[in-house]
Protein backbone atom coordinates (compact mmCIF):
# COMPACT_ATOMS: atom_id res chain seq x y z
CA UNK A 1 0.00 0.00 0.00
CA UNK A 2 1.30 3.21 -0.86
CA UNK A 3 2.56 5.49 1.83
CA UNK A 4 0.46 8.28 3.22
CA UNK A 5 2.06 11.46 4.04
CA UNK A 6 1.52 14.37 6.38
CA UNK A 7 0.78 18.09 4.93
CA UNK A 8 0.02 21.49 6.59
CA UNK A 9 -3.21 22.95 4.87
CA UNK A 10 -3.69 26.72 5.36
CA UNK A 11 -7.48 26.59 6.86
CA UNK A 12 -7.87 29.78 5.07
CA UNK A 13 -6.64 29.68 1.44
CA UNK A 14 -6.18 25.39 1.17
CA UNK A 15 -2.41 26.32 0.72
CA UNK A 16 -0.60 23.49 1.35
CA UNK A 17 2.92 23.06 2.24
CA UNK A 18 4.79 20.19 4.03
CA UNK A 19 6.14 21.99 6.94
CA UNK A 20 4.38 24.46 9.58
CA UNK A 21 4.94 27.60 9.64
CA UNK A 22 3.35 30.56 11.69
CA UNK A 23 1.54 32.63 8.78
CA UNK A 24 0.61 31.54 5.46
CA UNK A 25 2.61 32.25 2.41
CA UNK A 26 -0.17 32.87 -0.05
CA UNK A 27 -2.46 34.42 2.16
CA UNK A 28 -1.09 36.04 5.18
CA UNK A 29 -3.13 34.94 7.95
CA UNK A 30 -1.55 33.58 10.87
CA UNK A 31 -1.92 30.72 12.84
CA UNK A 32 -4.31 28.92 10.25
CA UNK A 33 -2.03 25.52 9.60
CA UNK A 34 -3.85 22.52 10.77
CA UNK A 35 -2.41 19.18 9.98
CA UNK A 36 -4.07 16.91 7.29
CA UNK A 37 -3.27 13.11 5.95
CA UNK A 38 -2.47 12.79 1.60
CA UNK A 39 -4.34 10.21 0.68
CA UNK A 40 -2.06 7.88 -1.59
CA UNK A 41 -2.42 8.88 -5.21
CA UNK A 42 -4.14 6.11 -6.46
CA UNK A 43 -7.34 6.88 -4.28
CA UNK A 44 -7.20 10.42 -5.58
CA UNK A 45 -7.21 9.89 -9.15
CA UNK A 46 -9.58 6.79 -9.25
CA UNK A 47 -12.99 8.80 -10.08
CA UNK A 48 -11.00 10.40 -12.42
CA UNK A 49 -10.03 7.82 -14.71
CA UNK A 50 -13.10 6.10 -15.34
CA UNK A 51 -13.78 7.71 -18.64
CA UNK A 52 -11.29 8.86 -20.52
CA UNK A 53 -11.97 11.98 -22.40
CA UNK A 54 -11.55 12.58 -26.02
CA UNK A 55 -10.57 16.45 -27.39
CA UNK A 56 -13.62 17.64 -30.04
CA UNK A 57 -14.03 20.70 -31.95
CA UNK A 58 -15.68 22.94 -30.57
CA UNK A 59 -18.15 23.79 -33.51
CA UNK A 60 -19.13 19.98 -33.06
CA UNK A 61 -20.58 20.37 -29.68
CA UNK A 62 -23.93 19.74 -29.89
CA UNK A 63 -25.58 22.36 -27.72
CA UNK A 64 -27.68 21.14 -24.50
CA UNK A 65 -30.60 22.95 -23.09
CA UNK A 66 -30.34 22.28 -19.43
CA UNK A 67 -33.38 20.89 -18.05
CA UNK A 68 -34.43 22.84 -14.98
CA UNK A 69 -36.87 21.96 -11.93
CA UNK A 70 -39.02 24.86 -11.14
CA UNK A 71 -39.53 25.08 -7.44
CA UNK A 72 -42.36 27.26 -7.15
CA UNK A 73 -40.74 29.61 -4.99
CA UNK A 74 -40.21 32.20 -7.63
CA UNK A 75 -38.04 34.62 -6.43
CA UNK A 76 -35.19 31.34 -5.63
CA UNK A 77 -35.92 30.48 -9.08
CA UNK A 78 -35.07 33.65 -10.72
CA UNK A 79 -31.66 34.15 -8.69
CA UNK A 80 -30.63 30.41 -9.99
CA UNK A 81 -31.30 31.19 -13.60
CA UNK A 82 -34.86 30.20 -13.80
CA UNK A 83 -35.18 27.19 -11.79
CA UNK A 84 -32.19 24.39 -10.55
CA UNK A 85 -30.36 22.54 -13.32
CA UNK A 86 -30.32 19.20 -13.04
CA UNK A 87 -27.13 17.22 -11.86
CA UNK A 88 -25.84 21.00 -10.37
CA UNK A 89 -23.95 21.29 -7.25
CA UNK A 90 -25.00 24.41 -4.84
CA UNK A 91 -23.21 25.35 -1.60
CA UNK A 92 -25.97 27.56 0.35
CA UNK A 93 -23.42 29.75 3.23
CA UNK A 94 -24.77 31.36 5.51
CA UNK A 95 -24.05 32.38 9.57
CA UNK A 96 -25.77 29.85 12.19
CA UNK A 97 -29.37 30.56 12.48
CA UNK A 98 -29.81 32.60 9.36
CA UNK A 99 -32.20 30.33 8.09
CA UNK A 100 -30.32 27.70 5.63
CA UNK A 101 -32.19 24.89 6.69
CA UNK A 102 -35.44 26.71 6.80
CA UNK A 103 -35.02 27.78 3.43
CA UNK A 104 -33.81 24.00 1.95
CA UNK A 105 -36.94 22.29 3.93
CA UNK A 106 -39.12 24.80 2.17
CA UNK A 107 -37.64 23.68 -1.07
CA UNK A 108 -37.59 20.12 -0.41
CA UNK A 109 -41.14 20.52 0.18
CA UNK A 110 -42.41 22.27 -3.29
CA UNK A 111 -40.00 19.50 -4.94
CA UNK A 112 -41.67 16.94 -3.43
CA UNK A 113 -44.79 17.46 -3.61
CA UNK A 114 -44.16 18.25 -7.55
CA UNK A 115 -43.53 14.21 -7.52
CA UNK A 116 -39.98 14.15 -6.82
CA UNK A 117 -37.79 12.24 -4.71
CA UNK A 118 -36.06 14.31 -1.99
CA UNK A 119 -32.97 13.17 0.11
CA UNK A 120 -32.79 15.51 3.26
CA UNK A 121 -29.45 14.63 4.96
CA UNK A 122 -29.68 16.22 8.57
CA UNK A 123 -26.33 15.73 10.08
CA UNK A 124 -26.92 18.36 12.20
CA UNK A 125 -30.29 17.88 13.89
CA UNK A 126 -31.77 14.49 15.00
CA UNK A 127 -34.68 13.75 12.45
CA UNK A 128 -37.27 14.28 15.37
CA UNK A 129 -35.66 18.33 15.49
CA UNK A 130 -35.72 18.40 11.84
CA UNK A 131 -39.53 17.21 11.40
CA UNK A 132 -40.77 19.18 14.25
CA UNK A 133 -39.17 22.07 12.32
CA UNK A 134 -41.22 20.53 8.81
CA UNK A 135 -44.23 20.41 10.68
CA UNK A 136 -43.71 24.64 11.90
CA UNK A 137 -43.98 25.27 8.27
CA UNK A 138 -46.21 22.71 6.71
CA UNK A 139 -44.05 20.16 5.26
CA UNK A 140 -45.69 17.02 4.91
CA UNK A 141 -45.01 15.23 1.58
CA UNK A 142 -44.74 11.33 0.90
CA UNK A 143 -41.63 11.95 -1.30
CA UNK A 144 -39.43 13.76 1.38
CA UNK A 145 -37.03 11.31 3.58
CA UNK A 146 -34.84 12.49 5.75
CA UNK A 147 -31.67 10.37 7.09
CA UNK A 148 -29.56 11.48 10.31
CA UNK A 149 -26.57 10.31 9.25
CA UNK A 150 -22.67 11.69 8.96
CA UNK A 151 -20.55 8.93 7.66
CA UNK A 152 -20.27 9.44 4.02
CA UNK A 153 -20.26 5.57 2.93
CA UNK A 154 -23.78 5.06 4.90
CA UNK A 155 -25.19 8.09 3.18
CA UNK A 156 -23.45 6.90 0.15
CA UNK A 157 -25.43 3.71 0.28
CA UNK A 158 -28.75 5.20 0.90
CA UNK A 159 -28.50 7.53 -2.06
CA UNK A 160 -27.45 4.61 -4.29
CA UNK A 161 -30.89 2.74 -3.03
CA UNK A 162 -33.35 5.49 -2.99
CA UNK A 163 -31.86 7.32 -6.15
CA UNK A 164 -33.40 10.49 -5.32
CA UNK A 165 -34.01 13.60 -7.59
CA UNK A 166 -32.77 16.37 -5.39
CA UNK A 167 -30.08 15.64 -2.51
CA UNK A 168 -29.87 18.10 0.64
CA UNK A 169 -26.75 17.58 2.89
CA UNK A 170 -27.20 20.02 6.30
CA UNK A 171 -24.07 20.42 6.45
CA UNK A 172 -20.98 19.78 4.52
CA UNK A 173 -19.14 20.12 7.37
CA UNK A 174 -20.55 17.32 9.42
CA UNK A 175 -20.08 14.70 7.11
CA UNK A 176 -16.80 12.53 7.43
CA UNK A 177 -14.65 9.93 5.80
CA UNK A 178 -13.81 7.56 8.00
CA UNK A 179 -10.22 6.86 5.83
CA UNK A 180 -9.32 10.60 6.47
CA UNK A 181 -7.88 10.81 9.97
CA UNK A 182 -8.47 14.65 10.16
CA UNK A 183 -11.55 15.64 12.04
CA UNK A 184 -14.97 16.52 10.49
CA UNK A 185 -14.99 19.86 9.11
CA UNK A 186 -11.75 20.17 8.59
CA UNK A 187 -10.01 21.13 5.35
CA UNK A 188 -9.16 17.52 3.52
CA UNK A 189 -12.54 15.99 5.01
CA UNK A 190 -14.76 19.34 3.67
CA UNK A 191 -12.61 19.16 -0.02
CA UNK A 192 -13.12 15.29 -0.28
CA UNK A 193 -16.50 14.76 0.59
CA UNK A 194 -17.63 17.94 -1.69
CA UNK A 195 -15.44 16.23 -4.37
CA UNK A 196 -17.64 13.18 -3.79
CA UNK A 197 -20.69 15.00 -3.71
CA UNK A 198 -19.58 16.42 -7.03
CA UNK A 199 -19.13 13.31 -8.58
CA UNK A 200 -22.65 11.77 -6.96
CA UNK A 201 -24.25 15.40 -8.78
CA UNK A 202 -23.11 15.06 -12.32
CA UNK A 203 -22.70 10.81 -12.35
CA UNK A 204 -26.33 10.49 -11.47
CA UNK A 205 -27.67 13.48 -12.25
CA UNK A 206 -28.65 14.82 -8.87
CA UNK A 207 -29.57 18.34 -7.86
CA UNK A 208 -27.09 18.79 -5.40
CA UNK A 209 -27.68 21.25 -2.36
CA UNK A 210 -24.73 21.63 0.04
CA UNK A 211 -25.03 24.23 3.60
CA UNK A 212 -22.19 25.31 4.32
CA UNK A 213 -21.09 27.34 7.81
CA UNK A 214 -19.39 30.75 7.80
CA UNK A 215 -16.71 31.55 9.08
CA UNK A 216 -16.14 34.85 11.94
CA UNK A 217 -14.40 36.43 8.91
CA UNK A 218 -17.59 35.68 6.35
CA UNK A 219 -16.21 33.21 4.51
CA UNK A 220 -17.49 29.90 3.51
CA UNK A 221 -15.69 27.56 6.17
CA UNK A 222 -13.44 25.57 4.71
CA UNK A 223 -10.87 26.76 1.93
CA UNK A 224 -12.04 28.42 -1.09
CA UNK A 225 -11.09 25.24 -2.97
CA UNK A 226 -14.92 24.61 -2.01
CA UNK A 227 -16.29 27.38 -3.99
CA UNK A 228 -14.30 26.02 -7.27
CA UNK A 229 -15.44 22.71 -7.12
CA UNK A 230 -19.54 23.65 -7.23
CA UNK A 231 -21.61 25.25 -10.10
CA UNK A 232 -23.20 27.42 -7.72
CA UNK A 233 -22.74 29.68 -4.44
CA UNK A 234 -25.30 31.00 -2.46
CA UNK A 235 -24.68 33.66 0.56
CA UNK A 236 -27.99 34.11 3.07
CA UNK A 237 -27.39 36.57 5.58
CA UNK A 238 -28.77 39.72 6.78
CA UNK A 239 -30.18 41.35 9.89
CA UNK A 240 -31.55 38.97 12.36
CA UNK A 241 -33.40 41.65 14.05
CA UNK A 242 -35.20 42.83 11.38
CA UNK A 243 -36.13 39.49 10.49
CA UNK A 244 -35.61 39.70 6.71
CA UNK A 245 -32.72 37.86 4.64
CA UNK A 246 -30.84 38.18 1.44
CA UNK A 247 -29.77 35.24 -0.78
CA UNK A 248 -27.10 36.26 -2.94
CA UNK A 249 -25.85 34.48 -5.75
CA UNK A 250 -22.08 34.87 -5.65
CA UNK A 251 -21.34 32.07 -8.47
CA UNK A 252 -23.58 30.61 -10.84
CA UNK A 253 -22.83 28.57 -14.00
CA UNK A 254 -26.21 28.38 -15.09
CA UNK A 255 -27.39 31.97 -14.72
CA UNK A 256 -27.01 35.55 -13.21
CA UNK A 257 -24.43 36.38 -10.44
CA UNK A 258 -24.86 39.07 -8.08
CA UNK A 259 -28.84 39.32 -7.87
CA UNK A 260 -30.33 38.65 -4.81
CA UNK A 261 -33.64 37.59 -3.50
CA UNK A 262 -35.03 38.81 -0.30
CA UNK A 263 -36.95 36.56 2.15
CA UNK A 264 -39.34 37.44 5.69
CA UNK A 265 -38.91 34.95 8.29
CA UNK A 266 -41.89 34.79 10.30
CA UNK A 267 -43.81 32.18 12.41
CA UNK A 268 -43.80 29.67 9.70
CA UNK A 269 -40.69 29.66 7.98
CA UNK A 270 -39.56 32.05 5.03
CA UNK A 271 -41.75 34.42 2.91
CA UNK A 272 -40.66 35.69 -0.61
CA UNK A 273 -40.38 38.81 -0.68
CA UNK A 274 -41.87 40.69 -3.97
CA UNK A 275 -41.65 44.42 -3.59
CA UNK A 276 -38.44 44.89 -1.51
CA UNK A 277 -38.41 48.76 -1.69
CA UNK A 278 -42.08 48.64 0.44
CA UNK A 279 -40.52 47.26 3.55
CA UNK A 280 -36.93 49.42 3.12
CA UNK A 281 -39.05 52.34 2.99
CA UNK A 282 -41.66 51.23 5.76
CA UNK A 283 -39.97 53.32 9.08
CA UNK A 284 -39.03 56.12 6.91
CA UNK A 285 -39.51 59.38 8.79
CA UNK A 286 -40.60 61.36 6.17
CA UNK A 287 -39.52 65.33 7.42
CA UNK A 288 -36.13 65.09 9.51
CA UNK A 289 -33.12 65.59 8.29
CA UNK A 290 -30.12 63.52 7.22
CA UNK A 291 -31.95 61.11 4.63
CA UNK A 292 -31.96 60.58 0.97
CA UNK A 293 -33.91 57.95 -0.83
CA UNK A 294 -31.66 56.15 -3.19
CA UNK A 295 -32.60 53.52 -6.15
CA UNK A 296 -30.28 50.98 -6.00
CA UNK A 297 -29.01 47.72 -8.18
CA UNK A 298 -28.86 44.29 -7.60
CA UNK A 299 -27.99 42.08 -9.90
CA UNK A 300 -31.24 42.63 -12.15
CA UNK A 301 -33.39 44.33 -10.01
CA UNK A 302 -33.98 47.90 -8.43
CA UNK A 303 -35.09 48.98 -5.26
CA UNK A 304 -35.41 52.28 -3.23
CA UNK A 305 -33.55 52.19 -0.01
CA UNK A 306 -33.21 55.16 2.48
CA UNK A 307 -29.47 56.47 3.18
CA UNK A 308 -29.71 57.47 6.33
CA UNK A 309 -26.43 60.11 8.34
CA UNK A 310 -26.28 61.69 11.24
CA UNK A 311 -23.57 64.64 11.85
CA UNK A 312 -23.03 65.82 15.66
CA UNK A 313 -20.57 67.93 17.53
CA UNK A 314 -17.09 65.32 18.36
CA UNK A 315 -16.48 65.17 21.96
CA UNK A 316 -13.56 64.21 20.95
CA UNK A 317 -9.85 64.71 19.47
CA UNK A 318 -10.29 63.01 16.45
CA UNK A 319 -13.39 62.50 15.43
CA UNK A 320 -15.58 59.38 14.55
CA UNK A 321 -16.57 58.40 11.11
CA UNK A 322 -18.72 55.58 11.20
CA UNK A 323 -20.53 53.72 8.66
CA UNK A 324 -22.98 50.50 8.54
CA UNK A 325 -24.02 48.81 4.85
CA UNK A 326 -21.46 50.75 3.07
CA UNK A 327 -17.78 51.11 2.31
CA UNK A 328 -15.48 52.94 4.69
CA UNK A 329 -13.25 54.34 2.38
CA UNK A 330 -16.04 55.51 0.16
CA UNK A 331 -17.35 57.49 3.05
CA UNK A 332 -14.28 59.34 3.69
CA UNK A 333 -13.47 60.03 0.77
CA UNK A 334 -17.05 61.95 0.13
CA UNK A 335 -16.27 63.97 3.63
CA UNK A 336 -13.17 64.74 2.19
CA UNK A 337 -15.22 65.93 -0.95
CA UNK A 338 -17.62 67.87 1.10
CA UNK A 339 -14.55 69.58 3.32
CA UNK A 340 -12.74 70.74 0.04
CA UNK A 341 -14.96 71.22 -2.44
CA UNK A 342 -17.90 72.78 -0.49
CA UNK A 343 -16.43 74.07 2.55
CA UNK A 344 -18.13 72.28 5.06
CA UNK A 345 -16.61 71.88 8.53
CA UNK A 346 -16.22 68.52 8.86
CA UNK A 347 -13.06 67.99 11.02
CA UNK A 348 -14.79 68.42 14.38
CA UNK A 349 -17.48 66.67 14.22
CA UNK A 350 -18.56 62.94 14.36
CA UNK A 351 -19.97 61.05 11.61
CA UNK A 352 -22.47 58.05 11.17
CA UNK A 353 -24.35 57.21 7.91
CA UNK A 354 -26.06 53.84 7.83
CA UNK A 355 -28.31 52.21 5.06
CA UNK A 356 -31.66 51.30 6.58
CA UNK A 357 -32.76 47.79 6.59
CA UNK A 358 -29.53 46.18 7.34
CA UNK A 359 -28.69 46.05 3.85
CA UNK A 360 -24.65 46.35 2.32
CA UNK A 361 -24.65 48.49 -0.84
CA UNK A 362 -21.09 48.25 -3.07
CA UNK A 363 -22.37 50.61 -5.78
CA UNK A 364 -20.93 54.01 -6.36
CA UNK A 365 -24.64 54.68 -7.29
CA UNK A 366 -25.40 55.97 -3.87
CA UNK A 367 -22.53 58.35 -3.66
CA UNK A 368 -24.53 61.24 -4.68
CA UNK A 369 -27.73 60.22 -2.00
CA UNK A 370 -24.86 59.60 0.85
CA UNK A 371 -23.40 63.20 0.31
CA UNK A 372 -26.65 65.19 0.27
CA UNK A 373 -28.14 63.10 3.22
CA UNK A 374 -24.53 64.10 5.25
CA UNK A 375 -24.96 67.74 4.04
CA UNK A 376 -28.96 67.41 4.88
CA UNK A 377 -27.98 66.95 8.61
CA UNK A 378 -25.25 68.84 8.56
CA UNK A 379 -26.94 72.00 7.60
CA UNK A 380 -30.40 71.05 9.26
CA UNK A 381 -32.09 71.19 5.89
CA UNK A 382 -34.45 68.57 4.22
CA UNK A 383 -34.99 66.80 1.36
CA UNK A 384 -38.17 66.86 -0.42
CA UNK A 385 -39.44 63.49 1.03
CA UNK A 386 -40.94 62.58 -3.04
CA UNK A 387 -37.11 62.60 -4.18
CA UNK A 388 -34.75 60.42 -4.98
CA UNK A 389 -31.18 60.96 -5.33
CA UNK A 390 -28.63 59.26 -7.66
CA UNK A 391 -25.25 59.54 -9.16
CA UNK A 392 -21.18 58.43 -8.36
CA UNK A 393 -19.66 61.36 -7.03
CA UNK A 394 -15.78 62.47 -8.36
CA UNK A 395 -13.13 63.55 -6.75
CA UNK A 396 -13.88 67.08 -7.90
CA UNK A 397 -17.15 67.05 -7.12
CA UNK A 398 -17.96 65.81 -10.53
CA UNK A 399 -21.35 63.62 -10.44
CA UNK A 400 -20.88 60.95 -12.87
CA UNK A 401 -22.95 59.16 -14.91
CA UNK A 402 -24.05 55.65 -13.58
CA UNK A 403 -25.70 52.50 -15.74
CA UNK A 404 -29.04 51.36 -15.83
CA UNK A 405 -31.00 54.59 -15.54
CA UNK A 406 -34.40 53.71 -16.30
CA UNK A 407 -34.94 50.63 -14.15
CA UNK A 408 -34.02 52.71 -11.42
CA UNK A 409 -36.54 55.70 -12.58
CA UNK A 410 -39.30 53.14 -13.26
CA UNK A 411 -39.09 51.78 -9.42
CA UNK A 412 -39.36 55.29 -8.43
CA UNK A 413 -42.12 55.87 -10.46
CA UNK A 414 -43.67 53.02 -8.87
CA UNK A 415 -43.04 53.64 -5.48
CA UNK A 416 -44.76 56.71 -5.83
CA UNK A 417 -41.76 59.31 -6.14
CA UNK A 418 -42.27 62.42 -8.09
CA UNK A 419 -38.64 63.68 -9.03
CA UNK A 420 -35.36 62.69 -9.38
CA UNK A 421 -31.34 64.43 -8.58
CA UNK A 422 -29.68 62.36 -11.75
CA UNK A 423 -26.26 63.33 -13.15
CA UNK A 424 -27.04 64.85 -16.40
CA UNK A 425 -25.20 63.12 -18.62
CA UNK A 426 -27.80 60.12 -17.97
CA UNK A 427 -30.30 62.49 -18.83
CA UNK A 428 -29.59 62.22 -22.89
CA UNK A 429 -30.70 58.57 -22.55
CA UNK A 430 -34.07 58.52 -21.18
CA UNK A 431 -37.38 57.71 -23.04
CA UNK A 432 -39.86 60.33 -23.49
CA UNK A 433 -42.58 58.42 -21.25
CA UNK A 434 -40.13 58.58 -18.18
CA UNK A 435 -39.05 62.17 -18.79
CA UNK A 436 -42.73 63.14 -18.95
CA UNK A 437 -43.98 60.96 -16.01
CA UNK A 438 -41.40 62.23 -13.52
CA UNK A 439 -39.45 65.61 -13.01
CA UNK A 440 -36.13 65.35 -13.53
CA UNK A 441 -33.15 67.48 -12.16
CA UNK A 442 -29.88 66.56 -14.03
CA UNK A 443 -26.43 67.52 -12.47
CA UNK A 444 -23.21 67.73 -12.77
CA UNK A 445 -21.68 69.25 -10.32
CA UNK A 446 -22.50 68.44 -6.31
CA UNK A 447 -23.16 72.13 -5.37
CA UNK A 448 -26.22 71.82 -7.52
CA UNK A 449 -27.83 69.04 -5.97
CA UNK A 450 -27.07 71.04 -2.17
CA UNK A 451 -29.00 73.89 -3.18
CA UNK A 452 -32.55 71.62 -3.71
CA UNK A 453 -32.01 70.99 0.46
CA UNK A 454 -35.03 72.87 2.45
P1 LIG B 1 -32.53 27.61 10.82
O1 LIG B 1 -33.18 27.36 9.52
O2 LIG B 1 -32.33 26.43 11.70
O3 LIG B 1 -31.13 28.34 10.60
P2 LIG B 1 -29.75 27.72 10.07
O4 LIG B 1 -30.00 26.38 9.49
O5 LIG B 1 -29.26 28.73 9.07
O6 LIG B 1 -28.82 27.66 11.24
O7 LIG B 1 -33.45 28.64 11.65
C1 LIG B 1 -33.21 30.00 11.74
C2 LIG B 1 -34.02 30.69 12.80
O8 LIG B 1 -35.31 30.97 12.30
C3 LIG B 1 -34.21 29.96 14.09
O9 LIG B 1 -33.65 30.74 15.13
C4 LIG B 1 -35.69 29.85 14.29
C5 LIG B 1 -36.28 30.79 13.30
N1 LIG B 1 -37.51 30.29 12.65
C6 LIG B 1 -38.61 31.11 12.55
O10 LIG B 1 -38.61 32.25 13.02
N2 LIG B 1 -39.75 30.64 11.91
C7 LIG B 1 -39.79 29.40 11.38
O11 LIG B 1 -40.83 29.00 10.80
C8 LIG B 1 -38.64 28.55 11.49
C9 LIG B 1 -38.65 27.16 10.93
C10 LIG B 1 -37.51 29.04 12.12
MG1 LIG C 1 -29.35 24.49 10.20
Excluded at 22 to 28: A, E, K, N, T, Y
Excluded at 39 to 59: D, G, N, T, V, Y
Excluded at 235 to 243: A, N, S, T
Excluded at 282 to 308: D, H
Amino acid sequence: MAKTKVLWSCSECGHTQTKWTGSCSMCQNWNTFVEEIELPQAQRFEAASEKAAQPMRIREIKEVQFKRLQTGINEFDRLMGGGIVAGSLTLVGGDPGIGKSTLLMQLSQSLASQGLTVLYICGEESVEQTSLRAQRIGVNSENLYLLSETNYSRIKHHIDSLKPDILIVDSIQIVYKQDLTSAPGSVSQVREITTEFMHIAKGMGISTFLIGHVTKTGDIAGPRVLEHLVDTVLDFDGDRQHGYRMLRGIKNRFGPTDDIAIFQMSGSGLIEVRNPSSIFLEERAKKTSGSAIVPTLEGSRAFLTEIQALVAPSAFSNAQRKSTGLNPNRLSLLLAVLEKRMNFQLHNKDVFVSVAGGLKIVEPAIDLAILMAIASSFSNRVLDPKTVVMGEVGLSGEVRSIPRIESRLKEALNMGFTTCILPARNLKALSKALREELTLQGIEYIDEALKTLK
